[in-house]
């Protein structure tokens, strides 16, 4: 099973600030088949990125997405209001799917 | 629009039985397969299950396998999950996800419905 771990656990960062998300994979993630989810406290989570890079439908291009083989990044460069959330790496490379513990966004 | 919508949680006690079904709209869903995953309260996201489109292929975390069931009913477009022998640790909002493409992440979640599991 592919452990992945986030960090920083909680990010406290003002509107306008970048934050820099880490993912880190126990081994590597095949086809760097890696995703991010931002979770909202009552809602669905919501498909962020996937295939470590590729923004999915309805997110700014603020948001980007780096890395591979077992180090992944998720940068906001520009944090509004609206992204203050936490956000889940996700692994689709093996079996079992696996999911990161989450980084939260707050704001500072 | 796809929309995912479950119901069948609520307070069980231990060893007992509950049935989650996810009805399904916007979408052919026998194109597609389909996962459960949960949240325990103040934790994570943690993959339970999944099956492919055609309902002849089923995965699960190790820590359900053997108690929960995933199954699906594409002529009633509604995916379920029977959760048998349920555990305190098997308390969590489960939310039913659509995979995109069968590729293993998922493009469209449900808003989840709450499994308590407590005497």
């Known amino acids: 099973e592919i452990v992945l771990t986030q960090s920083p656990g909680t990010l406290s960062l003002s509107p306008g600030e970048r934050a820099t998300l880490s993912c880190r994979a126990s081994?590597?993630?095949?086809?760097?088949?890696l995703a991010w989810y931002q979770k909202k406290p009552g809602q669905a989570p919501r498909l962020l990125m996937y295939?470590?890079?590729r923004r999915a439908t309805g997110f700014p291009d603020r948001f980007s997405g780096s890395g591979s083989g077992t180090d992944f990044t998720l940068t906001i460069s520009r944090l509004e209001p609206e992204d203050f959330a936490v956000y889940y790496c996700q692994q689709y490379g093996s079996t079992p799917l696996t999911f990161g513990g989450g980084t939260k966004v707050e704001i500072k | 629009e796809v929309q995912l919508l479950e119901s069948g949680g609520g307070l069980v006690q231990p060893g007992g039985s509950l049935r989650l079904s996810c009805a399904a709209s916007g979408f052919t869903l026998r194109s597609y397969a389909m996962n459960w995953v949960r949240q325990a309260p103040g934790k994570g996201l943690e993959w339970v299950s999944a099956i492919n489109g055609r309902g002849d292929k089923t995965y699960y975390a190790d820590s359900v396998k053997g108690r929960f069931t995933i199954s699906r009913d594409n002529s009633k477009n509604t995916l379920y999950l029977q959760m048998n022998s349920l555990r305190a640790e098997d308390t969590a909002v489960y939310f039913c996800a659509k995979e995109k493409e069968s590729s293993g992440f998922f493009d469209s979640w449900g808003q989840g419905t709450l499994v308590t599991v407590s005497s």
């Open positions: 081994q590597s993630v095949s086809g760097n088949h």
């Open positions: 295939g470590a890079s």
